[in-house]
C-alpha cells in the first residue's frame, strides 16, 4: 500500500506555552507545510480531545482553516479522547485513499496548562466508564497504578522496570529540541521520587502539556512530487470493554493486538521489520504492555527486554527515541500525529543525536483511555 505518503511534518514544543491553540495550531500547520512546499490542501482535519473544556474555544477547524488564509477548504475537527491525533490522520487517509481529496492537512493540537492540574485531570478522567468509574474518583494514572501492580504480581517483574523507561525516554527527550523535558534523569532519582499512583512514581507519568504537531498527507497523483515521501502502508484499529474490569486480564490489551494485526497484515510486513516504534507511554507500565500486545516480545517478557537494552537507541528494538509521552510531552490530541512526525523524520534520517540507525520502517501506537481505542500506523520509506 503506497497510496498515501506523508509529504511534509512539523510541530511545536510541547510543555507549558504562553501561545493559545489557534497559535500553537498554525505553527505546526505551517511548519508541515513549508516542509511539504505546498501552500494549498484540500482539507484540513483537527485532531482534538477537550479545546472548549481547556480553553473555552470551539470550531478550530474551521478558525484554522481562516488563520491558514485556506478557505474554502474542506475542515473538521475528530475527537477520539487521546488517541483524537492518530484518528484524525485516519480521517485523513480515508479521504485521500477514497479519491476524496489528493491533499489533507491533520494536525493534533491541544492547550491543557492554562487551568489548574487538578481540573485537566478530572477532564481527562472524564473518558473513562460514566457509571462504574468516572463518579468514584477513577482517573487513568488510577488504572495505571493497579495495571502495574497486577503486571508486577502476575510476571514477577520489579518495579524497576518501569523506571528504567523513565530513564530511558528522559535520555531520548534530551536529544528532541521538542520535547516538553530535555534533562536527563538517573535511575536513582526514579525510584527515589515521590509515589503518585502505587507502585508507580513521579518519571513513570507523563506531565500536563501544551502543543501542536502536523501532518501533510498526499495521494498517489502528487507522491511523484515530494522528494523523499514517507509512506502510511498499514493501518489497524480496534476497541476494547468501556469499563475496565470487564477485562479478562487488564494487563492486556486485546483491541491493540487486534489494531497491530490488522496493520501488519496491510504493510505486508512482521515484527521482525519494524526499526522503530513510538508507543504510548502515558505510564510507563503502558509501554511494556503495547509492546507485548504488538508481538514485539512474549507476554509477560517485555520487561525483561527494558532490562537487557533492546528498547534503547542502540538496542535491536528501539522504542521511543522522541521521549515517549513521558518526555516529549503529552498534549491530549497531538500525540498521535507527533508520533508519526517522529517516525518521520527518523526514516529520512533527520532526527539528529536521537537518530536510529538505518531505520527505514516505523510503528506508532496511540491509546484513546487506557487501551478503549487502539490506533496502530506503519509507515515506511
Known amino acids: 500500500m503506497r497510496n498515501v505518503a506523508i509529504a511534509g511534518c512539523g510541530m511545536t514544543r510541547f510543555g507549558k506555552r504562553e501561545e493559545g491553540i489557534y497559535e500553537l495550531a498554525t505553527e505546526a500547520a505551517l511548519n508541515a507545510m513549508d516542509d511539504a512546499e505546498m501552500d494549498r490542501v484540500d482539507a484540513i482535519v483537527v485532531g482534538n480531545f477537550a479545546s472548549g473544556e481547556f480553553t473555552g474555544i470551539s470550531g478550530i477547524a474551521n478558525g484554522l482553516a481562516a488563520d491558514l488564509n485556506l478557505i474554502p477548504c474542506h475542515a473538521e475537527k475528530v475527537e477520539n479522547t487521546s488517541a483524537s491525533g492518530a484518528s484524525a490522520v485516519k480521517v485523513g487517509l480515508a479521504g485521500i485513499l477514497s479519491g476524496l481529496y489528493k491533499s489533507v492537512l491533520v494536525v493534533g493540537v491541544e492547550k491543557m496548562t492554562g487551568i489548574p492540574g487538578s481540573k485537566a485531570t478530572s477532564i481527562i478522567a472524564s473518558l473513562t466508564h460514566p457509571e462504574a468509574e468516572y463518579p468514584y474518583g477513577v482517573t487513568l494514572t488510577t488504572f495505571a497504578g493497579f495495571g502495574a501492580r497486577l503486571y508486577m504480581h502476575k510476571y514477577g517483574a520489579p518495579y524497576e522496570c ?53 501532518l501533510v498527507l498526499v495521494g498517489k497523483d502528487l507522491i511523484k512530487k515530494v522528494e523523499d515521501p514517507v509512506y ?12 475496565i474490569h470487564e477485562r479478562p486480564d487488564p494487563t492486556t490489551v486485546e483491541g491493540l493486538k487486534i489494531a497491530a494485526e490488522q496493520a501488519f497484515k ?10 522503530v516504534a513510538e508507543l504510548h507511554d502515558a505510564f510507563t507500565v503502558l509501554e ?12 509477560g517478557e517485555g520487561w525483561r527486554a527494558v532490562q537487557e537494552g533492546v528498547t534503547e537507541i542502540d538496542g535491536d528494538l528501539p522504542i521511543s527515541p522522541s521521549g515517549g509521552l513521558k518526555a516529549r510531552g503529552h498534549p491530549v490530541s497531538a500525540t498521535g500525529v507527533a508520533q508519526l512526525v517522529e517516525l518521520t523524520w527518523q526514516l529520512r534520517g533527520e532526527a539528529g543525536k536521537r537518530q536510529v540507525d538505518g531505520a527505514e520502517v516505523g510503528l506508532s501506537c496511540n491509546f484513546a483511555g487506557f487501551g478503549n481505542n487502539s490506533i496502530v500506523f506503519i509507515v515506511e520509506r
Open 162 to 214: 518501569f523506571a528504567m523507561i523513565g530513564v530511558k525516554n528522559h535520555k531520548n527527550g534530551a536529544n528532541n529540541p521538542y520535547a516538553h523535558f530535555q534533562k536527563v534523569i538517573s535511575l536513582e532519582k526514579a525510584l527515589q521520587s515521590p509515589i503518585i499512583a502505587d507502585p508507580l512514581r513521579l518519571y513513570d507519568i507523563c506531565p500536563i502539556s501544551d502543543g501542536a504537531a502536523g
Open 232 to 243: 502510511i502502508s498499514g493501518f489497524g484499529q480496534a476497541t476494547d470493554t468501556h469499563a
Open 266 to 275: 496491510m504493510a505486508r510486513k512482521d515484527r521482525g521489520d519494524i526499526d
Open 288 to 299: 511494556i504492555i503495547q509492546s507485548e500486545d504488538i508481538g514485539f516480545f512474549k507476554k
